[in-house]
């Protein structure tokens, strides 16, 4: 069946129905067209267009439609051009020829943008209720191992140390972002489109703000060209997607690192790494490779509708169906990494001893030495100097900031005081940065318990 096709001497080649067919992809939009057509089933009542009586066998038969299109082989041999097409034709063989008043005063150019945007909420808020199951395991993670010391890193070399908590409650700030980014994504994606028409707006006087209420929209589109033409809410998506992805990766990259035998602070869960065909001893973290790599994926997929929608002239072009590969591929692999995420997450084990020991035995203390230098009245350029000298002492002959005293530091520069030993200790040096936002324990306690209350908050 085509929802066209008056105008034409000749059907299309077979080479063009088969390159111009979108059900293959757009049949995962079913649910959502189906929905859609009840709700406008009920405008043309208020219009009109039909009686009670046939607005009522109309919706009975897309329910009993809708639980078909749950079944498996519901789509086999359907030859339809999408998924529009395909409901009409098999509303049809329900209700006969009342399934033509159906499309009357709707194009298929704002049946597309209601389909995407009541399937793409859906998506969204499953991939909200995900993220914020993952922020819950990192706080669980960092309540484990609340004192654990760890060196936070710059370039890759150890920097200061910090609490294993804080540099979890990074990761929180991030996804706590993330989550507010989808958040606003979903504003955008929740306005009602129908009533638009092909481009001009319908020709029907259809109360627009009930088919929103209706369909729990919070609004209705403005002008009826740029539904025709807006993807707009659907690259917002793909941004706060692509972002969420890169923290992902940023955070598998972390604990593939962590977890090798080179770091040792991490034992992954049995359960989501995999071993080697040929090396009998591997415990590989595919699962972190993966997320990494799919980070790739979903960017590829915000560029891939950006360059589909560059430069299209106004309203609907045939392009715009390239939108929907890439979207629901993004949905996808955003929602399947939070998932692999929270598993890994929760499943690790921190053994505190070995990123101690990295705290322990290089210079990360440097800093809080030369700036317990300064708060005893030593400039800090010349204290930057000492103890950068202390530092390369050290390395020339061995010693970890163990190895030394208050005694010792007095004979090798008398600016040091007896405070300036103490913070040779990392989890010592650590308590100078009580300061909001930084890591001295009691503010990181604070931050968690802060945490835990917005994510609370973010769940209502
Ligand atoms: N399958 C089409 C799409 O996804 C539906 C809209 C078709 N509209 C049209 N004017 N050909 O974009």
Known sequence: MKLWGGRFEEGPSEVFERFSGSLHFD?????????????????????????????GQLVTAFDQLDAEARTPGFFEGAGDEDVHT??????GD??????????????????????????????????LGLMSALMEALLACAQRDPAAVVPGYTHLRRAQPVLWAHYLLAYFEMFARDYERLTQARTRVNVMPLGSGALAGSGFPFDREALARDLEFSGITGNSMDVSGDRDFALDFLYAASTAMLHLSRLAEDWILYSSEEFGWLELGDGVT??????????????LELIRGKFGRVFGDLSSLFMTMKGLPMTYNRDMQEDKEPLFDAADQLCGSLEMARQVVET?????????QAAEESWVVATDLAEALARSGTPFHQAHKIAGRLVLESVRTGKKPSDWNAESLKAFAPEFTPECADVLNPSEGMKTRE????????????????????????RK
């Open 27 to 55: 049949k995962r939009l079913i649910h959502a067209d189906i929905r859609g057509s009840q709700a406008f089933a009920r405008a043309l009542e208020r219009v009109g267009i039909l009686t009670a009586a046939e607005r």
């Open 348 to 356: 690790a084990k921190l053994n505190p001893a070995r990123p101690a």
């Open 435 to 458: 300061i909001k936002g930084g890591t001295g324990p009691k503010h990181v306690a604070a931050a968690l318990a802060d945490a835990e209350s917005r994510l609370r908050q973010l």
């Open 86 to 91: 395909l409901v009409i034709r098999k509303l």
């Open 274 to 287: 995999s071993g080697s065909s040929l090396m009998p001893q591997k415990k590989n973290p595919d699962s």
């Open 94 to 127: 329900k209700v006969g020829t009342l399934a033509e008043k159906i499309h009357t005063g709707r194009s298929r150019n704002e049946q597309v943008s209601v389909d995407i945007r009541l399937w793409l909420r859906g998506e969204v808020d499953n991939a």
